[in-house]
Structures are given as structure tokens and as C-alpha cells.
């Protein structure tokens, strides 16, 4: 079993329409939790960042962590094409880890005109 | 501007050949990261560097190399070891402490001919 689980998809939804990306995680010493978007043939880009269960906001985007049943989220709101992109999940335990990710397969995403 | 530059973009290898790609940063970031990436895996992390002259093996380590002898510069050696190497190689950066997120370079795509 991955550390790290993550529907592939794809999904393809119309332009404005509400995505919802998720993530599952099996470790609990994982604290920090991260969306990165990734255009195609490009390297993987931080979107948001999160420590703590609960929901953090901005502007279109509102990350969402639930460690009582290790899930995390990411919410689009008014999705765009240019939201178009392949959306990975990140977490990290912390302490003597220094920082290394373990990521989640991605999700590729497509957002219709 | 900081960042991270990855370079040769495409590089062809052919049967039984060595190859190096190359990772450089500007952004006085003490860990660097290799990461290799292929459809529907998600990012599987080759090796990783948390100071000058030190390095770790990650999950899929067989049949690369790497050295850090300066800061700025991770470079990765494909070498003929490596039996399924085709895939897009991204370089990775970032500073102290488990909650930073990475800045990853623009990749390299490896084929073999």
C-alpha cells in the first residue's frame, strides 16, 4: 500500500464548475500537507500549503486536512481552463525527515471552455 | 531570479550508455532532490542531499548516481545499470525544516534509443 493514495483520474469538468481533489494518507506522523499543480512537460508548482486539520483559503482555492481520518482535499471554486493541469498531494512527517516529500500519484485534471 | 535550472530539456541515451543531468540552484537551499516521474506513478524519489558532500538513497536508487561536492549543483548519472530509463527527471530544492515545500526545476526528459 502507498504511503500516499491519490485517484489518477482523469476528471474533466465545464469551466466554472467546483472541483474536489483528494488524498489519503496511511502515516500519522505526517504534519504537513501541500497541493502542487503541474503543468504538462513542466516541473510541479507549490499552490497551497497546510499544517493543521481544518481549511485554509485562497482566493479559488481552499485546502482542506482531516488527520482524525487522514484525508486531505483541494477545492476549485469558478474552475477555469487555465486551472487545467495534473494537481499532486504532498505530506511530510517533519523532525529528522528534513523536508522529504512523499507525493501522491496526481490527478490530471481538465476544465472545459 | 532564483530557481532551480535543469538542462540538457530532452536527452536521447542510447543502450548501455551513461548519462548526467544537470541540477543547479541560486536559491542558497541546503537539501536538493531527484525525482523521476512516470505516468500514473506519481513522483518516486531517486536520491536526495541535505548538505555538501552528503547524500541518501531514496526509493528507487538502483542504477543512479550522485554527488554533491558544491551547494548549488546535484547533479544526477544515469547509468547502464538503470534497465527502464525513460522518464522525466525533476530536480528539487529546498531549505531547512520538514514544513518548506520544494522548488522544482522544469525537467528533463530522458529516452532511450
Known amino acids: 500500500q502507498k504511503e500516499v493514495e491519490q485517484d489518477p483520474g482523469p476528471l474533466s469538468v465545464p469551466e466554472g464548475a467546483i472541483v474536489s481533489l483528494n488524498c489519503t494518507y496511511s502515516n500519522s506522523a505526517f504534519q504537513y500537507f501541500m497541493w502542487y499543480r503541474q503543468y504538462s512537460r513542466k516541473g510541479p508548482e507549490l499552490l497551497m500549503y497546510?499544517?493543521?486539520?481544518g481549511n485554509k483559503e485562497d482566493g479559488r482555492f481552499t485546502a482542506q486536512v482531516d488527520k482524525s481520518s487522514k484525508y486531505i482535499s483541494l477545492f476549485i471554486r469558478d474552475s477555469q481552463p487555465s486551472d487545467s493541469a495534473t494537481y499532486l498531494c504532498?505530506?511530510?512527517?517533519?523532525?529528522?525527515?528534513?523536508?522529504?516529500?512523499?507525493f501522491g500519484q496526481g490527478t490530471i485534471l481538465t476544465v472545459h471552455p | 531570479d532564483g530557481g532551480i535550472t535543469q538542462s540538457p530539456k530532452y536527452l536521447f541515451r542510447k543502450e548501455g550508455q551513461n548519462v548526467t543531468l544537470s541540477c543547479e540552484q541560486n536559491?542558497?537551499?541546503?537539501?536538493m532532490y531527484w525525482y523521476r516521474q512516470d505516468p500514473g506513478q506519481g513522483l518516486r524519489l531517486i536520491y536526495y542531499s541535505q548538505i555538501v558532500n552528503d547524500f541518501q538513497k531514496g526509493d528507487i536508487a538502483e542504477g543512479y548516481s550522485v554527488s554533491r561536492e558544491k551547494k548549488e549543483s546535484f547533479p544526477l548519472t544515469v547509468t547502464s545499470a538503470q534497465k527502464n530509463p525513460t522518464a522525466f527527471y525533476l530536480c528539487?530544492?529546498?531549505?531547512?525544516?520538514?514544513?518548506?515545500?520544494?522548488?522544482f526545476g522544469s525537467g528533463t526528459r530522458l529516452t532511450v534509443v
Open positions: 504532498a505530506t511530510n512527517a517533519g523532525g529528522t525527515s528534513y523536508g522529504k516529500l512523499t
Open positions: 536559491l542558497n537551499h541546503d537539501a
Open positions: 497546510t499544517y493543521s486539520s
Open positions: 528539487a530544492s529546498s531549505p531547512p525544516g520538514a514544513r518548506n515545500g520544494y522548488t
